[in-house]
């Protein structure tokens, strides 16, 4: 089935540096990727939808200059937290629909846990 | 904006059949789809209704109605591997929109 290979699972920041989070669709080409965070025992808020050679769309709240999204190839997504601080630590998915075929199925890689001391 | 509404919390025992409603508020509603995440994993997809009725995938079934902005999941025949927690998601304007979830506890 279609993966999304999302790296790195586990990271730990010090306050005011940057983290990359990237997401790789691994079988497809994912014109679009969704960028969500979710913080503990919580819904997973949509932060962003990144299109593959075009600007990402930030939700409304999200600080586009915080949480930068590039979106170069098909298969390859980037979201980094910049400067980061305590209150950014949360859990951070990405997600991409396989084809219009499979029902509107979404897969979504394995989830970054940051954490920012 | 979205909105959508799931119970926070649903026990069951092993071998039951439960059902997680969730209705829904939103513009441009294009279908319902439901997701697993147990914890400390990512959501998997279980399921999608964009017409109206039931569908049917092995022991999870879901269920929308488009004039009652309602659907639900049935979860038959219990496992315990079935604990997790369960998020309804709208499809709106070609983006996912997530409930807050419902965590199921299967109990022996």
């Known amino acids: 089935g279609a993966v999304v290979s999302q790296h790195p699972s586990r990271v730990i920041c010090k306050s005011g540096t940057s983290v990359k989070i990237e997401c790789r669709s691994l079988?497809?080409?994912?014109?679009?990727m969704f960028w969500y965070r979710q913080f503990p025992k919580q819904s997973l808020m949509l932060m962003a939808t990144?299109?593959?050679?075009?600007?990402?769309?930030?939700e409304q709240g999200v600080e586009k200059d915080k949480f930068l999204i590039n979106h170069a190839s098909l298969t390859l997504s980037t979201l980094t937290v910049t400067s980061a601080h305590p209150e950014d630590s949360s859990f951070y998915i990405c997600?991409?629909?396989?084809?219009?075929?499979?029902?509107?199925?979404?897969?979504f890689g394995s989830g970054t846990r940051l954490t920012v001391v | 904006g979205q909105s959508l509404e799931q119970p926070s919390e649903v026990t069951a025992v092993e071998g039951a059949i439960v059902q997680i409603n969730c209705t829904y508020q939103?513009?441009?509603?294009?279908?319902l789809s439901w997701y697993q995440q147990h914890d400390g994993g990512a959501p998997t997809f279980l399921s999608y209704?964009?017409?109206?009725g039931l569908e049917e995938t092995g022991r999870f079934s879901s269920f929308l109605s488009r004039s009652d902005s309602y659907g639900y999941l049935l979860l038959q025949e219990l496992q315990m591997k079935d604990s997790a927690s369960y998020f309804c998601?709208?499809?709106?304007?070609?983006?996912?929109?997530f409930g807050s979830g419902t965590k199921l506890n299967v109990k022996p």
């Open positions: 997600s991409a629909r396989v084809s219009r075929q499979t029902n509107y199925g979404y897969t």
């Open positions: 998601a709208v499809h709106s304007f070609n983006k996912f929109y």
């Open positions: 990144s299109n593959e050679g075009s600007k990402a769309t930030y």
């Open positions: 209704n964009g017409l109206d």
């Open positions: 079988d497809f080409q994912a014109t679009t």
């Open positions: 939103t513009s441009g509603f294009y279908g």
